[in-house]
C-alpha cells in the first residue's frame, strides 16, 4: 500500500511538471513584452533588465490598430456565433428526430466535416467567383469551418431529450417551429452556452482563414493586427509580443470564467435521461 501511494505521487509530480511546461511558452511571450527593443529581440525568459510595460504598451495600442481590430473581431465573431447557434441547433434537431436514410446520410456527412480539412485557395477563388464581399466570405467560411462540431454537439444532447415532449407538444396543437423553438430550444441550454464559448473561441482566434479573407490593415480582426508591426516595426518585438498578449486576453479572460459550463454542456447529454 505505502509502494503503491509512493508510486501514485512520482505520476503525479511527473504529470503536474509535463502540464506546467504549456507555461513556458506564455511566460515568454508575456515577460519579452515588458522589455526593450534590445531585449525583446533575443527572445529568452529571463526578466528584463529595464521594464517597459507602460511605453510598450501604449505604444503598441497607438499604432498597432486595436481598437479597429477589435471592432472587427467582436462583429464578426458575433455574427458567426449567431449563426452557428441558431442554424446548428435546428440542424441537430431535424437530423436526429428524422429517422430517415436521408437524414442519416446528411448526418454522417456532417461528422465527416469533423477530419476533413478547409481548403482556403479553392474557397477563396469560389467566394471571389461568387462576388462575395471580403467580411460576408470570411463569415460564412468560419461559419462552415465550425458547422461540424457544433452539429455534434447538438445532436448528442438532443438525442437525450425524450421523445415524448415532441408528441405532447404536437397533441397540444405545435407546428415544428413552436416546438422547437419554443419548446426545445430552452431545454438545451447547457450545451448552448457551451457551443457559445467554444465557437466564440475559435472565431476570435482565428487566423488562417482570416488572413486570407481579411486581407487589409482596415478589416484586420485582432490577432491580425500584428502584421502591422511587421515592415517599418519589423525588428520592434516587444510590440509584437504585447500585441499577442492584448489579442489573446478576452478569449483567455472568457474561457477561464466560463470552462465550467464547457465541462458541464459536453457532458450533460450523456448522462440526461
Not at 473581431?73 to 440542424?91: E, P
Request: glycine share 4%.
Amino acid at each position: 500500500m505505502r509502494k503503491q501511494k509512493i508510486v501514485n505521487g512520482v505520476i503525479s509530480i511527473i504529470l503536474w511538471l509535463c502540464a506546467l511546461v504549456i507555461l513556458i511558452p506564455i511566460f515568454m511571450v508575456v515577460i519579452n513584452s515588458f522589455k526593450n527593443r534590445k531585449e525583446a529581440a533575443m527572445m529568452n525568459i529571463q526578466l528584463p533588465g529595464s521594464w517597459h510595460i507602460i511605453e510598450n504598451y501604449s505604444q503598441m495600442m497607438k499604432e498597432g490598430g486595436i481598437l479597429r481590430g477589435f471592432i472587427n473581431s467582436t462583429v464578426i465573431t458575433v455574427i458567426c456565433v449567431f449563426l452557428l447557434i441558431v442554424l446548428c441547433s435546428a440542424m441537430a434537431f431535424v437530423l436526429q428526430r428524422k429517422k430517415t436514410w436521408f437524414s442519416k446520410t446528411v448526418n454522417m456527412i456532417v461528422i465527416f466535416g469533423l477530419v476533413l480539412p478547409v481548403q482556403i485557395i479553392p474557397t477563396y477563388f469560389v467566394c471571389n467567383f461568387l462576388h462575395l464581399s471580403h467580411e460576408i466570405a470570411a463569415i460564412l467560411v468560419l461559419v462552415v469551418a465550425n458547422m461540424s462540431f457544433t452539429v455534434f454537439l447538438y445532436t448528442g444532447f438532443i438525442k437525450s431529450i425524450p421523445l415524448e415532449i415532441d408528441e405532447s407538444a404536437w397533441l397540444d396543437g405545435a407546428n415544428h417551429t413552436q416546438l422547437f423553438f419554443q419548446i426545445l430550444f430552452p431545454l438545451l441550454q447547457p450545451v448552448t452556452i457551451t457551443a457559445i464559448i467554444i465557437n466564440f473561441m475559435a472565431v476570435w482566434n482565428d487566423f488562417g482563414i482570416s488572413i486570407y479573407f481579411l486581407n487589409s490593415a482596415r478589416n484586420y480582426t485582432l490577432p491580425l493586427t500584428v502584421y502591422n508591426f511587421f515592415g517599418n516595426h519589423s525588428s520592434d518585438w516587444q510590440l509584437v509580443f504585447a500585441n499577442v498578449v492584448l489579442s489573446t486576453l478576452p478569449v483567455a479572460v472568457v474561457y477561464l470564467i466560463l470552462q465550467k459550463y464547457i465541462i458541464s454542456g459536453m457532458t450533460a447529454g450523456a448522462v440526461k435521461g
